[in-house]
């Protein structure tokens, strides 16, 4: 067919546009396996998982590449790949409000994205705390409600930590409440088709990708710089990005020459948090701390 039609998920974990480029790290994992195999990779991104699983049992898709975490019910009707990796799911709740110290202990709304894996997770829960209750909405995807408790409309979602720990760089009151099982394995998802190449083909491509360290650098590419979340660096940074930033963006161009703007926007903020003033006991000074010879 020269093509596969690989589903994702619109998000900052798996597929986003920046600077109009497609980046993410399941869209970069996809792209690998399409040229892998010598096809067009056609991408078909959605808002929910909901509407992701509704494709693939439709048979609209090769396959599912969205952070899908594997579990029971969903071996039930799809064929996984390989596992390439391992997410907590955590509660998540707003910085300020009290920090709940069990399930039994919440108080407050719960809102899931319908079909999503905190959804199966509260099910499970619900067994052993029969008065636990929440609501799940199948328009809204993890990010949109992250974002409603980061703003104070809902109390608590659920989510993988990868995607909180990316989340809270935008959104630094949010926190994590509790670990509610023990880690869950990321693998993407096809339909259970008698022909077994396409399953066999991906067995392949995570086997090479493995040995060749691709997926190492993609997971430090996209997960190994948030792992030292601290709630008052962010929300300063975020604060100047917004009040300082536009006024020196124009310089940041003027001057960034071979590199991007943002790098050296992003040096500067190391160096001088955007103060032009600043100077340090050694002498350096400015925004790029530099010496006066330099």
Do not use: C
């Not at 799809?78 to 990796?85: D, S």
């Not at 949109?144 to 104070?152: I, M, N, R, S, T």
């Not at 430090?220 to 100047?240: A, I, P, W």
């Amino acid at each position: 067919r020269g093509e596969i039609r690989v589903g994702t998920i619109y998000g900052s974990t798996s597929y986003y546009q920046r600077d109009d480029l497609a980046q993410g790290f399941d869209y970069e994992l996809a792209k690998s396996y399409a040229d892998w195999l010598g096809v067009k990779l056609t991408l078909v991104p959605v808002y929910s998982i909901a509407e992701l699983v509704e494709l693939l049992e439709k048979g609209k898709l090769d396959l599912a590449a969205a952070a899908i975490v594997v579990t029971p019910e969903r071996r039930a009707l799809f064929r996984f790949g390989p596992g390439f990796y391992q997410v907590s799911p955590k509660l998540v709740y707003r910085y300020g409000s009290p920090k709940p110290k069990d399930i039994g202990d919440l108080k407050g709304s719960i809102v899931v994205p319908a079909g999503s894996t905190g959804e199966d997770l509260l099910r499970e829960l619900a067994k052993e705390y029969p008065g636990l209750k929440w609501s799940t909405n199948r328009d809204a995807d993890v990010e949109e409600l992250l974002k409603q408790v980061a703003d104070g409309k809902i109390d608590y979602t659920v989510v993988q930590d990868t995607v909180l720990a990316r989340t809270q760089r935008y959104y630094p009151e949010l926190t994590e409440g509790l670990t509610l099982s023990k880690n869950q394995t990321v693998a993407w998802a096809m339909t259970k088709l008698p022909d077994d190449s396409l399953y066999a083909s991906i067995i392949d491509f995570f086997g090479q990708r493995f040995m060749d360290g691709a997926i190492a650098k993609l997971d430090e590419k996209y997960f190994g710089h948030v792992q030292n979340f601290d709630f008052v660096d962010t929300r300063t940074f975020l604060q100047r990005a917004k009040s300082l930033l536009p006024k020196y963006q124009d310089l940041f161009k003027t001057h960034a020459r071979m590199v991007d703007w943002r790098l050296l926007a992003a040096i500067s903020y190391q160096e001088s948090h955007w103060d032009p003033q600043a100077r340090s006991y050694t002498g350096v000074r400015g925004m790029m701390m530099l010496t006066e010879p330099t």
